[in-house]
C-alpha cells in the first residue's frame, strides 16, 4: 500500500539552485525517511526525521516535518549535477509493522 | 563494514521458466532482510520480508516465494515467470528496530 506521495514527480533546475521536493502521508508516524537513488542502483539513505522532530540538516539537505499536516520535505541547497537521481520518501509507523512504506519519487535532473 | 550483495545483476527469462535471486549480506548478524519490487519510474512495493531463518512474512500474494536458508541470505523465487514478474528486484537489509534500511545495487529482470 502506498503512504507517501511525492510532489513534483520531476524538477529540473541548475547547477546552484536549490531544489525541494514534498512528501504527504496519510496515516500517523514514527519516522520519515529520504533516500536517493541513482538510475539503475540501489537506494542510499539520507535521512531520518522522527515524528517528534521538525527539522533536520545533513551537509547540503535539510528535511522539516509537519505532522500536523502530514507532509514533509526535502530541501537540496547549492545543487550539483551529482545531484541528479530519483528520491523518494518513506514512512515506518511500529503499530503497523514497522515496515517501510514508500512514495513514488521525485526524479531531480540538475542541469550544470 | 557491511555489504549486501545481489545477484545476477541482470536476468532475461522466457515466460513459464523458474527464478532464483540471491541476496547476501556480509559483516552483521541477525539482520532483517527485505525484497521489493520496482517497476519502471515508480516506487518500490514490498515483497517479502524476514526477521530470521526460515522466518518469511509475504505482502502481496502473488507469483513469487522467498526463503531464508542461512542468516545473511535471502533467496527470491519463482516455479512459473510471468510477463507481469519484470521489474527491479532490490534486496534491503535493517539492523532490528533501527529503521534505516541498506540496499543493494538490486537485479533487472525482464520476462519475455
Known amino acids: 500500500s502506498q503512504q507517501g506521495e511525492e510532489d513534483p514527480q520531476a524538477l529540473s533546475i541548475q547547477e546552484g539552485e536549490n531544489a525541494t521536493m514534498n512528501c504527504s502521508y496519510k496515516?500517523?508516524?514514527?519516522?520519515l525517511q529520504w533516500y536517493r537513488q541513482n538510475s539503475g542502483r540501489g537506494l542510499v539513505h539520507l535521512i531520518l526525521?522522527?515524528?517528534?522532530?521538525r527539522e533536520k540538516h545533513s551537509g547540503r539537505l535539510r528535511v522539516t516535518l509537519d505532522t500536523s499536516k502530514k507532509s514533509s520535505s526535502l530541501l537540496i541547497t547549492a545543487s550539483r549535477a551529482a545531484d541528479t537521481a530519483s528520491y523518494f520518501c518513506?514512512?515506518?509507523?511500529?503499530?503497523?509493522?514497522?515496515?517501510?512504506?514508500f512514495g513514488q519519487g521525485t526524479e531531480l535532473s540538475v542541469k550544470p | 563494514s557491511q555489504t549486501i550483495h545481489q545477484w545476477p545483476a541482470t536476468l532475461v527469462q522466457p515466460v513459464g521458466s523458474p527464478l532464483s535471486l540471491e541476496c547476501t549480506v556480509e559483516?552483521?548478524?541477525?539482520?532483517?532482510l527485505y525484497w521489493y519490487r520496482q517497476a519502471a519510474g515508480r516506487g518500490l512495493q514490498l515483497l517479502f520480508y524476514?526477521?530470521?531463518?526460515?522466518?518469511i512474512s509475504s505482502e502481496v500474494p502473488q507469483n513469487l516465494s522467498a526463503s531464508r536458508p542461512q542468516d545473511r541470505q535471502f533467496i527470491l523465487s519463482s516455479k512459473k515467470l510471468l510477463l507481469s514478474d519484470s521489474g527491479f528486484y532490490l534486496c534491503?537489509?535493517?539492523?532490528?528496530?533501527?529503521?534505516?534500511?541498506?540496499f543493494g545495487p538490486g537485479t533487472r529482470l525482464t520476462v519475455l
Open positions: 496515516t500517523s508516524i514514527n519516522n
Open positions: 559483516g552483521t548478524s541477525n539482520p532483517n
Open positions: 534491503a537489509w535493517e539492523r532490528g528496530r533501527v529503521d534505516t534500511q541498506y
Open positions: 524476514s526477521v530470521g531463518i526460515g522466518q
Open positions: 518513506a514512512t515506518v509507523t511500529y503499530n503497523q509493522g514497522g515496515k517501510l512504506i
Open positions: 526525521i522522527r515524528s517528534n522532530e
